[in-house]
């Protein structure tokens, strides 16, 4: 089972629509949660940290389900330029060492369509 | 400087050459990550380094691929013998305070390295 797995998608939706991505992690262990935004040949920026109560972003919220161990980000009202690649990444748990590594899955494809 | 730099952005590379790819993380960044990204895929973890030291290597594909990080700031990463499956991007990626357990590790990206091995 991978570390961290995402639908690849795509999803295309209609401007305005809502649309929601989930993420499954596979360590109950993982510290910390994110999501990622990446436009086509560029690099990931960060979209927003995901914290257990939940939090909110102007049309993005992220929430996160420890019990079952799956981080999801609601994107409303979508925008023609919410057009992207958005990748959900996790925090740890720690090595041996103590250090926590960042394992991305690969990533939900949304296309917005006019 | 303002951002995590990544030097060649292009390059292009015969089957069995040897290759160095550059990181300038953003000043006083501790924490330095080297990601592998193919097309269609996300970032994958290759090697983590938490001031000089590696902190996790468990990524590295094999012992062709090595990276350094000598004073704490830039990073090489080095590979030897490339293979046409070396192909991607690889990113590089810096975070202020690292993946301890006492700090949210966000990361900063570079524009990343296109390595093309024909």
């Known amino acids: 089972r991978k570390e961290v797995e995402q639908d690849p998608g795509p999803f295309n939706v209609p401007e305005g629509a809502t649309v929601a991505f989930n993420c499954t992690y596979s360590n109950s262990a993982s510290q910390s949660f994110f999501w990622y935004r990446q436009d086509c040949r560029k690099e990931p920026k960060l979209l927003m940290s995901?914290?257990?109560s939940g939090n909110e972003d102007g049309r993005f919220t992220a929430q996160l389900n420890r019990a079952s161990q799956y981080i999801s980000l609601l994107i409303r009202d979508s925008k023609l330029s919410d057009s992207a690649t958005y990748l959900c990444?996790?925090?740890?748990?720690?090595?041996?060492?103590?250090?926590?590594?960042?394992?991305f899955g690969t990533g939900t494809k949304l296309q917005v369509i006019p | 400087g303002a951002g995590v730099s990544q030097t060649p952005s292009n390059k292009v590379t015969e089957k069995g050459k040897y290759v160095e790819l550059r990181c300038d993380p953003i000043?006083?960044?501790?924490?330095l990550y080297w990601y592998r990204q193919s097309l269609g895929q996300g970032p994958e973890f290759l090697i983590y380094f938490q001031g000089t030291g590696a902190a996790d290597d468990s990524g590295l594909p094999n012992d062709r691929f090595f990276a350094v990080r000598p004073e704490g700031s830039v990073s090489t990463l080095k590979i030897q013998r490339t293979e046409r499956g070396d192909s991607a991007v690889y990113l590089c990626?810096?975070?202020?305070?690292?993946?301890?357990?006492?700090?949210?590790?966000?990361?900063?990206f570079g524009a990343g390295s296109r390595l093309t091995v024909l």
């Open positions: 990444a996790v925090n740890g748990p720690p090595n041996s060492g103590g250090y926590q590594k960042v394992t």
């Open positions: 000043s006083g960044h501790t924490a």
């Open positions: 990626a810096s975070s202020l305070y690292g993946g301890d357990s006492s700090g949210a590790n966000v990361l900063t």
């Open positions: 995901v914290y257990s």
